[in-house]
């Protein structure tokens, strides 16, 4: 069955400091696909990001990128020099081929103080 | 393009009560996934709908149903409300092909008294 682990729950950080969060995946399919939302206060989910099994080439999008490792079933994402507007829940997803449903990670939350 | 709608914002029911709510995809999406969040369980998922037919559905009681129109827009329902279906309801909607990105609405807050 597919899982998804964020073992950091809570994270905190000072404004500028770069900041990793942790996602670790099951899956016994070989192709399936990996997300990242973002959930402000306000709770609604921001896709971020998306890729597929077959496509381990790094992703940098300005201030966020995303280091995806099949070898460790790991995808990770890194923002640097945190702002205080990156303050929010960071959920990771996997689904798996076939129309599967999104199953989340329990969720790190992240506050950037000023 | 406008994206995921979800209607109403906040509902505040009682036990026993049923309640209704609705989410209007993003223009040309087929696909409506309906989840629930609470702080114990986190993102769970309820159901999918595509094509106005349930595709997937989550391991919830039959007292959650929902269904699906001719234009996509999509409804949950959820009947004898217990204390424990109080929960943010986030709707998605993605084109329905295997892997695709789902686009979140705003939620719909759920406090059942």
């Known amino acids: 069955a597919q899982k998804v682990t964020q073992a950091q729950t809570e994270i905190s950080v000072v404004e500028k400091e770069d900041v990793t969060l942790d996602c670790v995946y099951e899956t016994r399919d070989t192709t399936y696909y990996l997300f990242w939302y973002k959930q402000p206060p306000s709770g609604e989910l921001v896709f971020l990001i998306r890729?597929?099994?077959?496509?381990?080439q790094n992703e940098i999008s300005g201030r966020y990128s995303w280091n995806f490792q099949k070898s460790t079933s790991s995808f990770n994402f890194t923002i640097t020099a945190s702002q205080v507007v990156d303050s929010a829940v960071y959920f990771c997803?996997?689904?798996?081929?076939?129309?599967?449903?999104?199953?989340f990670g329990k969720g790190t939350r992240l506050s950037v103080i000023a | 393009k406008a994206g995921v709608t979800q209607t109403p914002r906040y509902l505040i029911k009682t036990r026993g009560q049923q309640v209704t709510l609705s989410c209007s995809p993003i223009s040309g999406h087929r696909s409506v996934s309906w989840y629930q969040q609470t702080p114990g369980q986190g993102l769970q998922f309820l159901f999918e709908y595509f094509s106005e037919t349930q595709r997937n559905k989550g391991n919830f009681p039959g007292r959650f149903s929902g269904r699906q129109f001719s234009n996509s827009r999509s409804e949950m329902n959820v009947s004898t409300l217990e204390l424990g279906d109080s929960a943010l309801y986030l709707c998605a909607s993605s084109l329905g092909t295997s892997g695709d990105t789902q686009y979140f609405g705003p939620g719909t807050r759920l406090t059942v008294l």
């Open positions: 890729r597929n099994s077959f496509d381990e």
């Open positions: 997803a996997l689904s798996e081929e076939g129309n599967t449903p999104l199953v």
